[in-house]
């Protein structure tokens, strides 16, 4: 017969006893018997309220859940011949996200004809990166997937 080590209700040890004993005196006083120590040499079990088990493993979850940041991706959509102003408040609303602790994607969308300009838009986004320096860090290099070109930067730790 299989026995286990015992804790009571309120903490104290009641020694190794059978399994059929341990779950008899858990029924006399109305709890659940919960094995805390399975790997254990006996096993260790105490008497206690199951339900408030789970509601304390829950409140542990929630609480460290709540503490843990979350970063999002920002992304700013701009066209290769923007204006000079209308890029100076993009690259201002982007170093607002920054310090803020998101990252921000920058998207460069071509149209029609544009795709000839193809060097204006790499001067476009170097002089993004270079404006940028000092509160962000290029985590993906702008690249070319079809008619947009892309990259992704993170604030600078």
């Given at each position: 017969?299989?026995?286990?080590?015992?804790?009571?209700?309120?903490?104290?040890?009641?020694?190794?006893?059978?399994?059929?004993?341990?779950?008899?005196?858990?029924?006399?006083v109305q709890?659940?018997?919960?094995?805390?120590?399975?790997?254990?040499?006996?096993?260790?079990?105490?008497?206690?309220?199951?339900?408030?088990?789970?509601?304390?493993?829950?409140?542990?979850?929630?609480?460290?859940?709540?503490?843990?940041?979350?970063?999002?991706?920002?992304?700013?959509?701009?066209?290769?011949?923007?204006?000079?102003?209308?890029?100076?408040?993009?690259?201002?609303?982007?170093?607002?996200?920054?310090?803020?602790?998101?990252?921000?994607?920058?998207?460069?969308?071509?149209?029609?004809?544009?795709?000839?300009?193809?060097e204006q838009?790499?001067?476009?986004?170097?002089?993004?990166?270079?404006?940028?320096?000092?509160?962000?860090?290029?985590?993906?290099?702008?690249?070319?997937v079809g008619?947009?070109?892309?990259?992704?930067?993170?604030?600078?730790?």
């Amino acid at each position: 017969m299989e026995a286990v080590r015992l804790i009571s209700e309120d903490g104290k040890q009641l020694g190794i006893i059978p399994i059929r004993q341990a779950l008899e005196k858990a029924k006399e006083v109305q709890l659940d018997l919960v094995e805390v120590a399975p790997e254990a040499d006996p096993p260790v079990c105490r008497i206690t309220d199951f339900g408030k088990i789970l509601y304390e493993k829950k409140r542990r979850a929630k609480e460290a859940k709540k503490k843990q940041k979350h970063i999002e991706i920002k992304e700013i959509k701009i066209r290769p011949n923007i204006d000079q102003h209308d890029l100076s408040i993009k690259i201002k609303h982007a170093k607002d996200f920054l310090i803020e602790g998101n990252k921000v994607k920058f998207t460069l969308v071509f149209r029609g004809r544009e795709m000839m300009y193809m060097e204006q838009a790499q001067l476009l986004m170097n002089k993004i990166i270079e404006t940028l320096a000092n509160t962000a860090v290029v985590e993906n290099e702008y690249s070319l997937v079809g008619k947009t070109m892309s990259m992704v930067l993170g604030p600078k730790t």
